[in-house]
């Protein structure tokens, strides 16, 4: 349960390579699970998270990219070709749900600190 107003509940993606806030990257989204995901977003904010996960151990990382669907297509057969945006980073608090796809408890808006 989400008790600060910059922490809510995430959507989670998966993935062994990294994607940073401000770029722009694209999906293939084949996998069951993620289909429901990716319909889930776009009939809501259009918001995830895109988080990285060691191949090797599942481990998800404590830090993630929050990522804004900008398009869709939608093929015959199911899968989507998925564009996005990073829009910020987002902490996880904790783990919520895992089926039918991860969903976390994070905490968004967070600040980057100068150097000193």
């Known amino acids: 349960v989400s008790t600060s107003p910059t922490s ?3 959507p989670l993606f998966l993935l062994s390579s990294p994607f940073y806030p401000e770029g722009l ?8 699970k993620y289909r429901t995901m990716m319909f889930d977003i ?9 988080i990285h996960t ?3 151990t599942g481990r998800i990382a404590k830090v993630g990219t929050l990522c804004k669907i900008t398009s869709t297509d939608l093929l015959e057969d199911g899968r989507q070709f998925i564009e996005l ?8 608090r904790k783990i919520v749900k895992t089926l039918p796809y991860v969903v976390a408890d994070v905490e968004i808006n967070l600040k980057d600190s100068a150097p000193e």
């Open 54 to 56: 060691d191949p090797e």
């Open 85 to 92: 945006e990073g829009v910020g980073r987002f902490t996880v």
């Open 25 to 32: 990257t694209y999906l293939h989204v084949f996998e069951m």
């Open 42 to 50: 776009t009939n809501s904010d259009k918001l995830f998270g895109y």
């Open 8 to 10: 809510r509940n995430l």
